[in-house]
Each structure stands twice: as structure tokens, then as C-alpha cells.
């Protein structure tokens, strides 16, 4: 995936109102990759999401956790999700790819 030309983050003139919705992304302790698109806009909550080793290119996010929480708002609906360990094998067949929760209308705190 290659990286749209602005980076958009949490310090980003986007609202809650515009982005209702969030994927909190939960490392298990174990690299892994992950990729998420939805069919609206996207946005990684944090400050610096080039140093989260983040790619965020306009409704798709790529990325890898190993531990930690990653946070994405977005407009729309989740259109796709694949969750990678370090050996490669796919969710579900390996239990050490991070925990996805998506969650619709969620205020900005």
C-alpha cells in the first residue's frame, strides 16, 4: 500500500461527528500485521502515526503490533480486516494475532 501524500492524525481538523466510529487494534504480546479499510475516511488516533509505523492512505490502514492498543476512526463501515502473526498464518488459525473490536457512534474523548 502506498502512503497517500498527507498523514492524517489525531491533531487533525477532523471531529468526532465526522468520524463516528472506531477499531482499537490490541497487541497479544507476538508481532503481527494487520490491515483495515472501510468504505468512508480513516484516521489513526495518535500523535505521530509515521512513528507508529503506520501507513494510512485514505480509507486503509496497514501496520504491525506486537503489544500496545493502535486506535483508527472512521466514517462508514469496515469493509475488510486480515490479521497476520509473524509466521504469517491468517486469522483464526493462530491464536497470537492481536484482538479487533469495532465500535459504531463512539464520542471522542
Request: avoid cysteine.
Amino acid at each position: 500500500m502506498v502512503r497517500d501524500t498527507s498523514v492524517r492524525n489525531h491533531a487533525s481538523t477532523t471531529d468526532a461527528a465526522q468520524l463516528p466510529n472506531l477499531v482499537t487494534i490490541v497487541g497479544r504480546g507476538v508481532p503481527s500485521n494487520f490491515e483495515i479499510s472501510v468504505d468512508g475516511d480513516l484516521e489513526m488516533v495518535a500523535d505521530d502515526p509515521v512513528e507508529e509505523a503506520t501507513i494510512v492512505s485514505g480509507s486503509a490502514a496497514e501496520g504491525t503490533i506486537d503489544v500496545g492498543v493502535q486506535r483508527f476512526r472512521f466514517a462508514g463501515q469496515v469493509t475488510n480486516v486480515r490479521l497476520v502473526d509473524w509466521n504469517g498464518v491468517p486469522a483464526p488459525e493462530s491464536a497470537s494475532v492481536p484482538h479487533v473490536h469495532v465500535d459504531y457512534g463512539v464520542p471522542e474523548r
